[in-house]
Antibody, heavy 120, light 112 residues
Framework: QVQLQESGPRLVKPSETLSLICTVS??????????WSWIRQPPGKGLEWIGY???????NYNPALQSRVTISADTSKNQFSLKLRSVTVADTAMYYC????????????WGQGTLVTVSS | DIVLTQSPDSLAVSLGERATINCKSS????????????LTWYQRKPGQPPKVLIY???TRESGVPDRFSGSGSGTDFTLTITSLQAEDAAVYYC????????FGQGTKLEIK
């Protein structure tokens, strides 16, 4: 059974870089046909897909965040990561990692999520 | 981006009754190549991540009670929960994958 767990700093200063890691167990970020994604939800707002990295290393980002986002994978540790540069208070959110299955187009499972606050 | 609008934003339904949640898409999420609607329903309880209930608009995820059902095609979709139980209290989301993935704003279900 695939499980995901987010880790990283919970507090980031404005203009700095938010960095999170998702550790995958029970599955492989470099195997199968699935994608590995980041999704966030600011307090009181909706869920927003940030982007994914595929089993083969291809990447796709939400255009709204593309200029500030980098998603990468460390296959030796079976992890994938998120970096979001030049953060503002608007980037305060619950950040989730999830396995993305393009057919049928669902996110399952999800990590428990980690709340990242941007504040000085 | 495809915009998903759920209705209502919240509802309160009595134990044992039926709840209906709607999801309207700004564009069709039907892929003609395989005649599948790329529309997924999730349930999220406090302190937990979303859990898949229904995918391809009407296919129930393994282990999900048959009280949960999905219907619809193209731009209009419905999640129906029959014989409501106390543990069904949650926020429900729809999500599309026809285009870049987007989610509905969520519907909060309270059990009376």
């Amino acid at each position: 059974q695939v499980q995901l767990q987010e880790s990283g700093p919970r507090l980031v200063k404005p203009s700095e870089t938010l960095s999170l890691i998702c550790t995958v167990s029970g599955g492989s970020v470099s195997g199968g046909s699935d994608y590995w994604s980041w999704i966030r939800q600011p307090p009181g707002k909706g869920l927003e897909w940030i982007g994914y990295i595929t089993y083969s290393g291809s990447i796709n980002y939400n255009p709204a965040l593309q200029s500030r986002v980098t998603i990468s994978a460390d296959t030796s540790k079976n992890q994938f990561s998120l970096k979001l540069r030049s953060v503002t208070v608007a980037d305060t959110a619950m950040y989730y990692c999830a396995r993305e299955s393009p057919h049928p187009g669902k996110f399952d499972p999800w990590g428990q999520g980690t709340l990242v606050t941007v504040s000085s | 981006d495809i915009v998903l609008t759920q209705s209502p934003d919240s509802l309160a339904v009595s134990l044992g009754e039926r709840a209906t949640i709607n999801c309207k898409s700004s564009r069709s999420v039907l892929f003609n190549s395989n005649n599948k609607n790329y529309l997924t329903w999730y349930q999220r309880k406090p302190g937990q991540p979303p859990k898949v209930l229904i995918y391809w608009a009407s296919t129930r995820e393994s282990g999900v009670p048959d009280r949960f059902s999905g219907s619809g095609s193209g731009t209009d979709f419905t999640l129906t929960i029959t014989s409501l139980q106390a543990e069904d209290a949650a926020v429900y989301y729809c999500q599309q994958y026809h285009d870049r993935p987007t989610f509905g704003q969520g519907t909060k279900l309270e059990i009376k």
